[in-house]
């Protein structure tokens, strides 16, 4: 089936304790990025990624790192995270780039107390 | 960078009624326009997309017009149903230039569709 793979889909953790979210995806696509979801900003774009060992940022990277290594995996890093970066984190891909359907995964939510 | 603004923040229809939601892009160099729909608890998934050189599209009982000289489009409903009920955003994308890749979203309509 194909499919975007996010994990974990809930965690919970402390300020300062660095975490990792991974995201994976079998549709061989180019094109995989980050967005979080606030009540009233809708769908925000955190970085962005148009091939293996290409990443750019999106409108809200601060706070946030991510690598493209292999095609297929796409992690979302907070290095030292604050309560500011609690929200829904979602991974999506696309075949080319930003300018073809997107394929979400079922997303994560982050608290950090 | 681009900036889009989706109207109303929130919508209540009839059932059978029509639904209109509307987004307006600041940067002229948009080419690409999509609608995703959210229900509750799940991920967004794309309902309909449109391309600069096109000015409507039309899926069932969903349209999307574009208007590029007034920087606007909009997602069209007709004979809403219960479970059109979900958060819609709207967003824009450039293919070319500076920013290639970025994808800017709407702040999202909730869309209530009562029986």
């Known amino acids: 089936e194909a499919q975007v793979t996010q994990n974990p889909r809930y965690l919970i953790t402390v300020t300062g304790k660095k975490l990792t979210v991974t995201c994976s995806q079998n549709m061989n696509h180019e094109y995989m990025s980050w967005y979080r979801q606030d009540p009233g900003l809708g769908l925000r774009q955190i970085y962005y990624s148009m091939n293996v060992e290409v990443t750019d940022k999106g409108d809200v990277p601060e706070g946030y790192k991510v690598s493209r290594k292999e095609k297929r995996n796409f992690p979302l890093i907070l290095e030292s995270p604050s309560p500011n970066q609690t929200s829904l984190y979602f991974c999506?891909?696309?075949?080319?780039?930003?300018?073809?359907?997107?394929?979400f995964g079922n997303g994560t939510r982050l608290t950090v107390t | 960078g681009e900036n889009v603004e989706q109207h109303p923040s929130t919508l209540s229809v009839q059932e059978g009624d029509s639904a209109v939601i509307k987004c307006t892009y600041s940067?002229?160099?948009?080419?690409?326009f999509p609608w995703y729909k959210q229900e509750l608890g799940k991920r967004p998934q794309l309902i309909i997309d449109i391309r600069s050189n096109v000015g409507e599209k039309k899926d069932q009982r969903i349209a999307v017009t574009l208007n590029k000289t007034a920087k606007h489009f909009s997602l069209h409903i007709t004979e809403t149903q219960p479970e059109d009920s979900a958060v819609y955003f709207c967003?824009?994308?450039?293919?070319?230039?500076?920013?290639?890749?970025?994808?800017?979203f709407g702040q999202g309509t909730i869309l209530t569709v009562h029986p």
């Open positions: 940067d002229s160099a948009s080419n690409y």
């Open positions: 967003a824009a994308s450039r293919a070319g230039g500076t920013s290639y890749g970025k994808l800017t």
């Open positions: 999506a891909s696309s075949w080319r780039d930003g300018n073809s359907p997107l394929h």
